[in-house]
């Protein structure tokens, strides 16, 4: 049996048990009978095996138990009418171990009651994946899913009338960490804003910055803020004379301007976050390029629209919406709702190639998803296909207080005053270090403490420590072997028995099954968690085990290499996080 070393330790051993179930086939006739009752069986008299029968692989609650667990054997119970345990142990005497092959990631495999097949790791395959490791630090951690997507995925699209602000922040946050993610499973992902040049606020926005400029009152549905004040001092005088020429209502024609100015503070404020977009996308190009037309027309060729009181109105309750929706006003000139641009964006995104649509927005938008996926539908694509990610609200807090804030009145902290007072790593930590869909409390005090009280700093300090020690090792003459160092193997295999040793390996050999996992459910917040138990898998380490030991020349190479190897795997965590790796704290 041969096994890739860059693949996860667990895709590894389920492997090895599937192929194990497969040999076992033979033995698991099904019992007969109980009198009376039906067989569950194929028409060819072989037991049919539910759907939820594949192999699931966990880590035993207990570690003691070993580094993974199956149940594979409670699945087959029923459909094989056999006992659990028995069935475990059938499937058990057919796992290959290193007993029978040195290149199995499994040194043994143990049955315990009900029926459970606890596995346990060979320090060959740990000292394989240390190797790994080594040799290829710029792709550890990043794996390739059984089936790779183009994903769009939508995020931010706050609208362009004021600075990015701190509410703002989750959906960018968790949009960039999403994204990242799933790039390091294998899917190609394209990051996209869009941002709302058509409607209503960019006219208000502009009304605000003419009459400042004219030293009139703003209006009641205008905006305030010295960045409005701002706005209204940069103006160009060739917009209003423009606009004068041309017969336009000046308010749009300054709300146009004055929404570009702040979707370039808006991008130039991302891209300190490090968080960089491939398309921006504007709702007039939808209008002005056709798309919101096609769009209309595709849902009457379906026969999804009907008319009401002048009103073309979307069959969308056909598809599960609660109630139809208004497409085109009962206006002279028919105007398109929002919900006509935003179909008009379906068919135009989908135009682009992709296979998955993401869209993430605020826990405020749930209205939206089920007339969203209805119009997608009846537009002929896969509605599941469509997907929203909704992230629940954020609490800001200071010395205990909350933090209010409206752009609307320019009550706010932006974006960029929050990075500045925090730092960029301490904000993307506190976000990613909680499920989307979970609120947040987030306190700014805390995040700006360097202690072990600010959990990134505590992660950190791990990465800075092992750089330290590697800087200390080269002085004394003591480097760590390299990938192909032919001594490198013995010299791991020697020291995983060691408990901190081997505590330490079997953390850093979960980063790809972590990254797995994140991929999967679409969730960063395992990633933190697991950055944040290595850390402490290696202040443990280095707690019990003495890495610098001239004494022990080839025990202390044996441990330098993984601690680089350790270095490596937190590095690629923050990757994903989008956190620095500092060498130095």
Known sequence: MTHDATASLRSQVRESIEAAWKLAQSSLAPAAPIPGASAPASAGGAPTVPVDSAVTIEHPADPTRGDFASNIALKLAKPYRRPPLEIARIIAAHVVTTATDPDSPIAAVEVAPPGFLNVRLSDHALAATVQSILRNPASWGRITVARPEHINVEFVSANPTGPLHIGNARGAFTGDLLCRVLAAAGHKVEREYYFNDFGSQV???GASVVAIREKC????DGYHGDYVYDLARDLPASVLVDADRTG????WAVGRWASEQVRS???ASLDHLGCHFDVWRSESTLHNDGWVKQAVDRLRAAGDVYEEDGAVVFRSTKFGDDKDRVILRSTDDAAPTY???DIGYLVEKFSRGYERIVFIWGEDHHGYVARVKAAAQSLGFDRDAVQMILTAWVRFVRDGKEVSMSKRTGEFITLDELLAEIGVDAARWFFASRAASSGIDFDIELAKKQSNENPVYYVQYA????ASILRKAEEAGMTPPGADDARLAGLLEAILPGVPEAQLARQIARLPEVVEDAAVSEETHGITTYATELATAFHAFYRDARVIDETEPDRSAGRL????????????AFGLLGVSAPETM
């Open 203 to 205: 006219k208000n926005i």
């Open 265 to 267: 503070g808006i991008e």
């Open 217 to 220: 009152d703003i209006p009641d």
């Open 339 to 341: 919900f006509a641009a």
């Open 463 to 466: 990465h800075a420590r092992i």
């Open 248 to 251: 336009e209502d000046p308010s």
């Open 561 to 572: 290499a993984l601690i680089a190897a350790t270095k490596t795997t937190l590095a690629n």
